[in-house]
């Protein structure tokens, strides 16, 4: 059984018509940012942001230089100080609201950019064509946006409840991290009646440092929904710091993926820095033994880094690195080989 994890640099390289050559946001806006660029000073972003003045204060912080890990020490350090300064709370709770509009909207943005052609169908193209019989293959993100899920709509799945991600015989995914299109049900009593989403959203904010939630997630019809059927919900994604200590995901997900994680022979990464230590200990824990692992990145040094990391935790002996990104390996036909059964 193969899994394939995909990270952010996938969403990133995602189209093969716009080419990583492009990858200044004044050249190509709508491209789906990396977890350093979600506070970019792009027109839309701003647009997005001020409808969440709360956060503004921490915004400059992370707009600052920072690359890769260290803007998730920064998102760190700001939810840390939280216990002694508890306005962090409502901080980092407008945040999660902003990024579930921003991304959101930048996804179906980019979508008219490229129209369903992407590198993901593409791929899982060629990963339909080699699924053995009644195999499902197990599809595992860290991306908020449903790029992975439009694609697999070419293919007759759809995800119009949290169930219908994992049932399919053809693929499953696994979104660790949450989804923008996700609800996660607040246990805290909060009144709706006569009021709109934005006021009920200020209210969550307001009180974030309060809040208790069920583990009872769902499918939210548009960027702004926190009252679906006289329940009231939080956005579902975890915030991009650097320790995360679980995931944001139903616990049925996990489960399942637990259970089919003893059948995986191979994995293949796609755009992921291999630095969430929460899933490599699931995967050293419920894999059956070392398993060969090919893991896609923009360059040679990042790509045997990230290989590293499975060698490093038992989960490869021998891990492939291949560099030049998702546009380039969909491309290079010898890649191909990895992939078969």
């Not at 760190?76 to 980092?92: A, D, I, S, T």
């Not at 974030?208 to 009231?232: H, I, P, W």
């Amino acid at each position: 059984m193969l899994l394939v994890v995909f990270g952010a640099g996938a969403s990133y390289d995602s189209v093969p018509a716009r080419s990583l050559a492009f990858s200044k946001f004044w050249t190509l806006p709508d491209r789906p940012p990396l977890a350093h660029q979600l506070f970019d000073d792009r027109p839309q972003f701003v647009e997005d942001l001020d409808l969440f003045p709360q956060c503004k204060r921490i915004v400059s912080e992370l707009r600052k230089d920072n690359m890769g890990s260290a803007f998730e020490q920064t998102l760190q350090r700001l939810q840390e100080e939280g216990q002694n300064y508890p306005v962090r709370f409502q901080q980092l709770a407008a945040i999660r609201f902003y990024l579930r509009r921003m991304l959101w909207r930048c996804e179906d943005r980019w979508y008219n950019e490229h129209r369903g052609i992407t590198n993901h169908t593409a791929l899982l193209d060629r990963l339909d064509m080699w699924r053995p019989t009644g195999e499902p293959i197990l599809l595992v993100t860290f991306n908020y946006d449903r790029i992975l899920e439009r694609a697999l709509e070419q293919f007759g799945q759809t995800f119009n409840e949290i169930s219908h991600y994992i049932t399919s015989q053809r693929f499953q995914v696994f979104k660790l991290h949450g989804s923008v299109n996700w609800g996660r049900q607040v246990q805290t009593q909060i009144v709706t009646e006569n009021r709109d989403e934005r006021d009920i959203g200020r209210e969550l904010i307001e009180k974030a440092a309060k809040l208790t939630f069920m583990d009872e997630y769902r499918v939210l019809s548009s960027c702004d929904t926190v009252n679906d059927r006289a329940r009231v919900y939080w956005p579902a994604i975890a915030l991009p710091v650097e320790q995360k200590v679980s995931f944001e995901c139903p616990a049925t997900h996990v489960s399942a993926l637990q259970e089919k994680l003893d059948h995986v022979t191979r994995i293949l990464t796609v755009g992921w820095r291999g630095t969430e230590m929460v899933f490599l200990e699931l995967l050293k824990k419920h894999l059956s033994h070392p398993v060969p692992v090919m893991v896609i990145a923009k360059d040679g040094k990042e790509s045997t880094e990230i290989g590293l990391n499975f060698h490093r935790m038992d989960i490869t002996r021998n891990p492939e690195a291949y560099s030049g990104g998702f546009t380039d390996y969909i491309y290079n036909k010898d890649s191909e080989k990895f992939l078969r059964y």
